[in-house]
């Protein structure tokens, strides 16, 4: 069973930055795409941004221009930077592995870290 820990998260004003980090101890963490995920009370759970093997990146509209999503193959590590965060963004947010289907979607595996989370408030 892969181990995800995700961390970074916190409490910002709108506008303000933060860099989340989520560490697996998946074996194969270089080879797999990784996508960072939030689910917002009474919402599901949405993809925000992924990263392939090879550090392809895709975004959310609703995030595009403001998030940065990275990996470090040799700490098995992904990360977000997340600048000009709004209220909307307020969430907990939550790593995995994902792999591809049709038309360039994303699917998550089916196991979680515990989330980390973010609150944008003035």
């Known amino acids: 069973q892969v181990q995800l820990v995700e961390s970074g998260g916190g409490s910002v004003q709108p506008g303000g930055s933060l860099r989340l980090s989520c560490v697996t101890s998946g074996s194969l963490f270089a080879v797999n795409a990784m996508g960072w995920y939030r689910q917002a009370p009474g919402n599901q759970r949405e993809l925000v941004a992924a990263i392939t093997s090879s550090s392809s990146a895709t975004y959310a509209d609703s995030v595009k221009g403001r998030f940065t999503i990275s990996r470090d193959n040799a700490k098995k590590t992904v990360y977000l930077q997340m600048n000009s965060l709004k209220p909307e963004d307020t969430a907990v947010y939550y790593c995995?592995?994902?792999?591809?289907?049709?038309?360039?979607?994303?699917?998550?595996?089916?196991?979680w870290g515990q989330g980390t989370q973010v609150t944008v408030s003035s």
């Open positions: 995995t592995t994902i792999f591809g289907g049709p038309g360039g979607s994303w699917f998550p595996y089916d196991y």
